[in-house]
Structure formats: C-alpha cells, structure tokens
C-alpha cells in the first residue's frame, strides 16, 4: 500500500508535483497515468526517499520508506533512468543489492531466470540493450520479494514480446495481493493492464477511478449525421441533454441522442439522411481532453500570476 | 509465462545490518575492473619509482640530499628515494576513491544504492571502510617490500628498519596512501561527478601547495604545513625539517582533513536530492 497526502515538490519556480493524494491499493493494477512531465517519476522518486518532498508526506506499507529496516521486501522499484554501474555484471549488480539484506545468490539466480537473462548474466550491463536493461531492472525490483512493486515505464524498449511478457507478470503480482503500481504515458498500454488508474498532468492529481469507470466515462457515443436539410435538422434535434456541432455544411455531430431516435425523427420529419453512424471516443482520446485540459489550465493560471 | 508464486529463496530474516552494507561495497568493489586497474597501477608504480630512485642514489657520484630527478622526492635520502613514488601513486589511488563514489553517480547507480539503504550513511561509510581496508592490506606490504629492496639496492648506503623512526615512516606511507584513497572517495561524493572531483584531487595535492609557496613567507609558512600533503610529508619522513609539522601533528592534521571532507560528503548525502 502507497499512501500520499498531499505531496509536493517544487525546483526552483516550477512546481513539478503539486498537492497529490491518493491511495494505491494491494491486490489489483495501478496505473500512473500522464503526459511525459507530469510529475510520475518524481513522484516515484519521493516514494522510495530518493527526492525530498517539499510538501506532504508519502508512506509505503505504513512508514516512511526511509523508516523501513527491510525496504527491499517492502518495495522493489524500477526508475525510469538508469541505476545500474555500466562495468558491473548484472548477476554482480543483484549480488551487491541483495547483500545489503542477506539475500544471496540462489535469489539472485531466481530472479535473473525470472526475466530470462540466465544467458547474459555474467555480461557487463553497459552492453546490454534497452529491452535487456529494462528487464534486469525488473531483476532487482523483484529481489527482495517486495509487498509493493512499483514500475517506472517498464515497457519502455521492450519488444512485442517483452510487452505480452511484463502484463502477464503484473497481473500475476497483483493476483497474489501485491500492490503494483506502474506509470505510463500511453493509454492504451494501462488500458491491457491497469485495473484503477491515477491520472496526473502538470502535477495534479487529474483522475483517481477504476478502469471500467474511466471507460464508462470516456464512451460517451457521437453520432454524425450528414443532410442536406442539416439546418432544419439540428433545430429538430436540439434539447436540454444534446450537443451538436457541425463541422463542414451539411454534417453534425450529435452527441446525447441515440442513432436510432435520431432516424426516427428525421423520417417523422421527412428529413433526407445522406449517413448516420455512431462513432465511440476512444480511451486514448479521453485522456487525451483530460490532459489538455489540465495542460490549458495549468498555461492560464501561470499566465495570470505574471 | 512466468510468474513469482513459486516459493522464494529470500530468506526470512533479510533486512539491512551494517556488515550487509559493508559486504555489498566489498561486491561492488571486486565486480569493477577499474577498481582493480587502478589498485594494481598504484602498487606498480610505487614499487617501480621505488626501486628507480633507489638505484639512482645509489650511483657513487650522486651524494645523500642531491636535488632530485622530477617527479621524484623532494630531496633523495635513503629513505626518501625507496619511498619516492608516493607522489605519483596518490594520484592513482585518489583516481581509485574517486571513481568509486563519483561513478555511482555518472552511471545512476547511486539510486539503486540509496534505494536499498536509503538512510543513506552507511552507503558511503562502508564504501570508505571498504576502500581504506583494502587499500591498506595491499599497499602495507607493498610499501614494506618497496623500502627493503631499495635498502638492498642501496647497500651500503641504506638505512635499516630499525633505525630510529624509520618503521614509523614506512607505515605512515601506506597510511598516506589510503587515505588519499578515502579523499578521493569523499571529493568524488561531494562533487559527484569524476572530472570535477578529479580536478579537485589534483588542485589539492599538487596546485595548492605550489600556490601557497608563492604567497608571502611568512603567510606560507602559516599554512604550508597543513596541506594534505605536507602534513603527510611530516610523517612519511624521519622528522626535523623545520618546514614541516611535528610526525604525531602531520597525523593528526591529515586525519583532521579526511574527517572533514567525509563529514562534508556525509552532509551533503543525506540532504540533498540523489
């Protein structure tokens, strides 16, 4: 479980974390959802003490991270940047981190079968790919058998693959009552994944939801109609609950109204229809309004205080 | 695929315990070949301008207190010329300390590090234990064996072990020599990149001291004495140079200079942002 209650963090002006609170619970996917910049890794980043909060506090599994006589069994952690020695092995990489709680090899040798990189393990881990870094990274986020798993981007380099490869292990990890919480900038990766999703943009907390509300939200149905009667016929259609816009002369874009009633009237009206399709915002378009959105505020906010 | 349900070979009682910590800078340190590189350079030049200087005095021509070759010791005696090479290894055993700590962060491991122990100060005290351990295991024989054959070279004209201070300078050079190791260390924390923390050893060791001698005598003479180096010099030497502190304050000066910029190291880690 990873609490935060109002965290912040500021460099200098910018204000890259701004007030966040929220819950990540044990048991199912949490995504961490934003543009790139939107304060995910700095967030992760103040989760396992790495950067100091400027304000409120962040708690893993009860206790400040840096509180934790066993942090490796609380949480195993994945960066987004690097944060393994160029000239070391990666088998010598996990022997060094393990040794600082005792665990030794025969894990050490788990973890690295787990990620399948039995092979180069005895390799210097400045020669190994994005995917093979990435993996190894999962190496040692999985090491101490942690209760959170917490996943910076881990499908960044990964090949189609690794991809099918990493959402088989999180489901797996939460399966087991792990909390996993893993960010992304992509809505469709968390849409394959996440089970709730925590969606941040310009460092403010945007969305804290399930998936399937998340989606119930976003799969808010427009219906084009093309006419030549498209005067007469937004007058006929309009009402309390209903959008239309009109992008060229002759189409509308009706939202609120089913298909179906919308052909109806027309036929009651005699109104000709050249089409009628209903067309379901995707979930990447969602996210993509909701981020604007928070990135249009955030720009006119800023533009104010000046 | 894959998944963790098997059960795990962590076992129960892992957490962090200051041996651990030690142990896992004793793996880091092996498992880098630069560290090794570096260790097996400072001894080979240490031994190797050793032995040189010793043969050089040795020539019937050259008299005891002859200015000395450059690069060498200040003045060639015989115990100044079989020990002559510490001016070049501290550079190397410096580079050593520095990479140590400063790689960790030009490669990012240091959030891996600080992310296992993130009360942080063990990562680096037991880095510095690590570093001045091996550093002295290694280099006391060195500097031992590098002091009896340059007496051998020497032969009539060398001195003994047991001549008076002469054992307390031949420790005190391995003693200098790791601990330039351990500021090297503590500049690469600090500084936290390997260029500048570099910079910093060599502008410490060789520019300072050059600088200071051009200041006004009597300003130099107040602070020559207490550069690292000159207090080093203080007890790697049989004492009386007038230009120099006493053996037991040389010590103590240098030690005050290693606790100093640890402590700032130190400070420095657990405030700011990794």
Same mark, same amino acid.
């Given at each position: 479980m990873i609490e935060a209650r109002d965290l912040s963090k500021r460099y200098g002006d910018r204000l890259a974390v701004d007030s966040l609170t929220f819950t990540v619970a044990p048991g199912v996917v949490t995504g961490f959802l934003g543009p790139n910049g939107a304060g995910k890794s700095t967030t992760m980043r103040m989760i396992l003490g790495l950067d100091a909060p400027t304000g409120g506090t962040v708690r893993v599994n009860g206790r400040r991270y840096a509180e934790h006589r066993d942090p490796l069994r609380q949480i195993g952690a994945l960066l987004e940047a690097k944060a393994v020695h160029t000239g070391r092995s990666a088998r010598d990489h996990l022997l060094a981190l393990g040794a600082t709680h005792g665990i030794g090899r025969r894990r050490v040798d788990e973890v690295i079968d787990l990620v399948g990189l039995r092979e180069v393990a005895g390799k210097r881990a400045g020669g190994f790919s994005l995917g093979m870094g990435q993996r190894l990274g999962i190496a040692a986020a999985l090491l101490g058998d942690p209760a959170v798993v917490m996943l910076d981007e881990p499908v960044n380099g990964l090949d189609p693959d690794g991809i099918r490869w990493i959402r088989g292990l999180l489901r797996g990890l939460a399966a087991e009552g792990r909390t996993v919480f893993v960010s992304s900038h992509l809505m469709s990766e968390m849409a394959q994944t996440a089970d709730h999703l925590i969606v941040v943009g310009r460092g403010r907390l945007l969305a804290d939801v399930s998936l399937a509300e998340f989606t119930r939200q976003a799969s808010r149905t427009t219906v084009r =109609?093309?006419?030549?009667?498209?005067?007469?016929?937004?007058?006929?259609?309009?009402?309390?609950?209903?959008?239309?816009? &009109?992008?060229?002369?002759?189409?509308?874009?009706? !939202?609120?109204?089913?298909?179906?009633?919308?052909?109806?009237?027309?036929?009651?009206?005699?109104l000709t229809l050249h089409e009628l399709t209903?067309?379901?915002?995707?979930?990447?378009?969602?996210?993509?309004?909701?981020?604007?959105?928070? =990135?249009?505020?955030?720009?006119?906010?800023? &533009?104010?205080t000046r | 695929m894959t998944t963790t349900t098997a059960p795990t070979a962590v076992p129960t009682g892992a957490r962090i315990?200051?041996?651990?910590? *030690?142990?896992?800078?004793w793996i880091k340190f092996r498992s880098l070949r630069s560290s090794l590189i570096m260790l097996a350079a400072t001894v080979v030049v240490f031994d190797a301008l050793g032995l040189g200087f010793s043969a050089f005095l040795a020539d019937a021509t050259i008299e005891p207190g002859t200015p000395a070759p450059?690069?060498?010791? !200040?003045?060639?005696?015989?115990?100044?010329?079989?020990? &002559?090479?510490?001016?070049l290894a501290q550079l190397l055993i410096a580079t050593l300390g520095v990479l140590l700590t400063a790689g960790e962060y030009a490669t990012g491991m240091?959030?891996? !590090?600080?992310?296992?122990?993130?009360?942080?100060?063990p990562v680096l005290t037991a880095k510095i234990a690590v570093l001045a351990g091996v550093s002295l295991a290694v280099l006391l024989p060195t500097v031992l064996l590098t002091f009896l054959g340059g007496q051998a070279v020497l032969g009539d004209k060398g001195i003994a072990l047991g001549d008076d201070g002469v054992l307390r300078a031949v420790l005190g050079t391995a003693v200098y020599l790791a601990g330039i190791g351990v500021l090297g260390a503590a500049l690469g924390s600090l500084l936290r990149t390997t260029a500048g923390a570099l910079t910093s050893v060599v502008a410490l060791l060789l520019v300072v001291p050059g600088v200071v001698s051009l200041l006004p005598e009597s300003w130099s003479e107040a602070i020559s004495p207490y550069l690292? !180096?000159?207090?080093?010099?203080?007890?790697?030497?049989?004492? &009386?140079?007038?230009?120099?502190?006493?053996?037991?304050?040389?010590?103590? *000066?240098? =030690?005050?200079w290693l606790l100093a910029l640890v402590g700032a190291a130190l400070i420095r880690l657990l405030r700011r942002d990794a």
């Open positions: =109609v093309r006419s030549p009667q498209a005067a007469a016929l937004r007058d006929l259609l309009a009402g309390p609950d209903v959008t239309i816009t &009109g992008g060229e002369p002759g189409l509308l874009e009706v !939202s609120g109204l089913r298909r179906e009633v919308i052909g109806d009237r027309a036929a009651a009206a005699g209903a067309t379901e915002a995707s979930l990447e378009e969602a996210f993509m309004t909701m981020t604007r959105d928070a =990135v249009e505020y955030a720009g006119a906010t800023a &533009g104010e | 315990t200051g041996p651990r910590v *030690v142990r896992a800078e450059p690069g060498g010791p !200040s003045s060639l005696d015989p115990l100044g010329a079989s020990l &002559g090479g510490v001016n240091i959030r891996t !590090s600080l992310a296992a122990v993130p009360r942080r100060w690292p !180096s000159n207090a080093g010099q203080a007890f790697m030497s049989l004492g &009386g140079d007038p230009n120099l502190l006493s053996p037991q304050a040389g010590a103590a *000066v240098f =030690v005050g």
